[in-house]
């Protein structure tokens, strides 16, 4: 009696989890985003392309921290390209997408890079002018040099006489 229920309940659990596995698969759409070019500056266009045909779905859109939500466009196929405006304000740093497609959202990492600026105009000084420091090293350097000029042309006068 015992090995009936245990063969029954082994039966109907391995039905339930037959039948459950489709539905309980995961969603792999879209397989991956790419970006060109993958590094970036603030202000800059990128063109965003994912593979997978339900970002050709009308209505599927790609979003990140560093631009405003973007629909996507059919290439064909199994292809969906968006071209995006990073933030002039964005950070420097890796960027994540979230791609809106079916309404079923996913989320890539590291898909493109915001570079840094430079301060520009200022040659990469932090200080006006030269500072004490600077002026004694400066001092001594010419004074080094006129003392070793010194010994030197004295040197060559005394050789002339011989």
């Not at 039948?19 to 759409?29: E, G, H, M, V």
């Not at 997978?52 to 996507?72: D, E, H, L």
């Not at 290439?75 to 079923?104: D, F, K, L, P």
């Not at 898909?111 to 520009?120: C, L, S």
Request: charged share 10%; hydrophobic share 45%.
């Amino acid at each position: 009696m015992r090995t009936t229920r245990a063969l029954v309940v082994a039966a109907a659990t391995a039905a339930a989890v037959g039948l459950a596995a489709p539905a309980a698969s995961a969603w792999d759409q879209p397989s991956s985003v790419t970006a060109a070019p993958s590094v970036i500056a603030p202000g800059g266009q990128l063109v965003l392309t994912a593979n997978g045909s339900a970002c050709t779905v009308s209505g599927s859109t790609i979003s990140s921290n560093a631009f405003t939500p973007v629909k996507f466009r059919s290439m064909g196929g199994n292809t969906a390209t968006a071209t995006v405006t990073v933030n002039s304000n964005a950070t420097a740093g890796s960027y994540s997408v979230t791609t809106n497609c079916e309404n079923r959202m996913k989320t890539f990492t590291s898909v493109f890079t915001v570079i840094g600026g430079v301060q520009g105009g200022l040659g990469g000084s932090s200080s006006a002018g030269a500072t004490p420091t600077d002026m004694a090293i400066g001092g001594g350097l010419v004074a080094a040099a006129l003392v070793g000029g010194g010994v030197f042309w004295m040197r060559r006068r005394s050789e002339t006489r011989i």
